[in-house]
């Protein structure tokens, strides 16, 4: 399947903040959740400063889209375990009494021929209303979650967000913005890809692509060939032949001031991997510069183990084992095709970009530096 593009557990993600001390006004409590191919997430959080501290979290992975490259339908089975773990987030909604919040649905319910019936399904049998949103709102999200990681050094930047369903790629220039404006600039993209005239200095959005493939879909697509490591290969190069039209991809890059920042589950267990972590630690990833150089040495690691070890590897953990060479191909084809040899890890994703357009809409957060 063709790339759409606009006409014009181990280490999964943790809260973006340590949770907020004391009981706090609901008036004040804002909620992101993030129904994906594999997991549905959500967080409850309240503005502190120019960021925001959580209150409550949700994580677990439901697979709501086994079998969608099959059948092209949400299958029964995963209807089911997605609504039970929608149950769970409806009852944190209700005790914490948040009023402001947006809960999305992403790839696997932009595909599936009977997403419209499970979305009234949901709607029915847990009062909540999903909204399933287009890639370029998704990648935009991906994009402002990673604000406070960007460096004041960067003139072009690349924010590549896997997910279980779709891989979302944003290139962007800042060589026009003040170099200690540069991340408030990237929040500022909150209104769009190409908000309206201001009186900032505006980060330009040179292209973006959303490729439909994920951990899961790249995964079912090459399920059939046996030899694990001839499986990570053709992975690795059929990504790459889906960026043949993101223009960025065409033009060779100069190195200096260029910055990669990688969100997603790959990137965080990649991450953990490089530094030993048995218990996962969001304080030592989220941020962590890592060299290709690194990077292309947990991966061999994660070849030479096999599937067998690495379903044993308390640093990938058992909701991850299945999905991470698939990842690790998409990312080892990122780091193939642009020039640079470090990657900024985000622990942080759509939820926190949902989080921080709302907050920002609303201007409940400080204008100070991140």
Same mark, same amino acid.
């Given at each position: 399947?063709?790339?759409?593009?606009?006409?014009?557990?181990?280490?999964?993600?943790?809260? &973006?903040? %340590?949770?907020?001390s $004391?009981?706090?006004?609901? /008036?004040? #409590?804002?909620?992101?959740?993030? *129904?994906?191919?594999n +997991?549905?997430?959500?967080?409850?959080?309240?503005?502190?400063?120019s960021?925001?501290?959580? &209150?409550? %979290?949700?994580?677990? $992975?439901?697979?709501?889209? /086994?079998? #969608?490259?099959?059948?092209?339908? *949400?299958s029964?089975? +995963?209807?089911?375990?997605?609504?039970?773990?929608?149950?769970?987030?409806?009852?944190?909604?209700?005790?914490?009494?948040?009023?402001?919040?947006?809960l999305? /649905?992403t790839?696997?319910?932009?595909?599936?021929?009977?997403?419209?019936?499970?979305?009234?399904?949901?709607?029915?049998e847990?009062?909540?209303?999903?909204?399933?949103?287009?890639?370029?709102?998704?990648?935009?999200?991906?994009?402002i979650?990673c604000?406070p990681?960007?460096?004041?050094?960067?003139?072009?930047?690349?924010?590549?967000?896997?997910?279980g369903?779709?891989?979302?790629?944003v290139?962007?220039?800042?060589?026009?913005?003040?170099?200690?404006?540069?991340?408030?600039?990237?929040?500022?993209?909150?209104?769009?890809?190409?908000?309206?005239?201001?009186p900032?200095?505006?980060?330009?959005?040179?292209?973006?692509?959303?490729?439909?493939l994920?951990?899961?879909?790249?995964?079912?697509?090459?399920?059939?060939?046996?030899?694990?490591?001839?499986?990570?290969?053709?992975?690795?190069?059929?990504?790459?032949?889906?960026?043949?039209?993101?223009?960025?991809?065409?033009?060779?890059?100069?190195?200096?001031?260029?910055?990669?920042?990688?969100?997603?589950?790959?990137?965080?267990?990649?991450?953990?991997?490089?530094?030993?972590l048995?218990?996962?630690?969001?304080?030592?990833?989220?941020?962590?510069?890592?060299?290709?150089?690194q990077?292309?040495?947990?991966?061999?690691?994660?070849?030479?183990?096999?599937?067998?070890?690495?379903?044993?590897?308390?640093?990938?953990?058992?909701?991850?084992q299945?999905?991470?060479?698939?990842g690790?191909?998409?990312?080892?084809?990122?780091?193939?095709?642009?020039?640079?040899?470090?990657?900024?890890?985000?622990?942080?994703g759509?939820?926190?970009?949902?989080?921080?357009?709302?907050?920002?809409?609303?201007?409940?957060?400080?204008?100070?530096?991140?």
């Open positions: 399947m063709a790339p759409r593009r606009p006409k014009g557990s181990g280490a999964f993600p943790k809260p &973006v903040e %340590s949770p907020a $004391s009981t706090p006004d609901p /008036a004040e #409590l804002y909620a992101a959740l993030d *129904l994906g191919t +997991s549905c997430r959500m967080l409850i959080a309240q503005p502190k400063g960021q925001f501290h959580v &209150v409550d %979290s949700f994580s677990k $992975s439901v697979q709501l889209g /086994a079998g #969608l490259e099959r059948s092209g339908q *949400l029964r089975s +995963s209807m089911g375990r997605t609504i039970q773990a929608l149950r769970v987030c409806q009852q944190k909604l209700k005790r914490h009494q948040v009023r402001h919040m947006r999305v /649905a790839e696997a319910c932009r595909r599936a021929g009977n997403a419209g019936k499970f979305i009234e399904q949901v709607e029915r847990t009062g909540l209303r999903l909204e399933i949103i287009l890639p370029e709102e998704e990648a935009r999200l991906a994009v979650s604000a990681l960007v460096s004041t050094k960067t003139d072009q930047l690349l924010v590549v967000d896997i997910g369903g779709s891989t979302e790629l290139w962007i220039d800042l060589t026009a913005v003040p170099r200690r404006e540069r991340p408030r600039a990237i929040m500022r993209l909150h209104s769009g890809f190409h908000p309206p005239e201001s900032f200095p505006a980060a330009k959005v040179v292209d973006w692509i959303s490729v439909p994920g951990v899961a879909t790249l995964r079912d697509q090459f399920r059939d060939v046996r030899d694990d490591t001839a499986r990570f290969a053709l992975m690795s190069w059929f990504f790459e032949e889906n960026l043949a039209e993101f223009a960025p991809y065409r033009d060779e890059q100069a190195r200096e001031g260029f910055q990669i920042i990688g969100t997603s589950g790959t990137v965080t267990t990649v991450a953990a991997s490089h530094l030993g048995k218990r996962y630690d969001r304080t030592k990833v989220d941020g962590l510069r890592m060299t290709s150089d990077i292309d040495r947990v991966i061999r690691d994660y070849l030479q183990l096999g599937p067998e070890g690495r379903r044993k590897d308390p640093r990938i953990g058992q909701d991850r299945t999905l991470i060479m698939s690790a191909a998409i990312l080892q084809a990122l780091l193939r095709c642009w020039p640079t040899d470090r990657l900024s890890v985000a622990d942080r759509l939820r926190e970009g949902l989080l921080y357009a709302q907050m920002s809409a609303h201007g409940v957060l400080e204008d100070t530096p991140f």
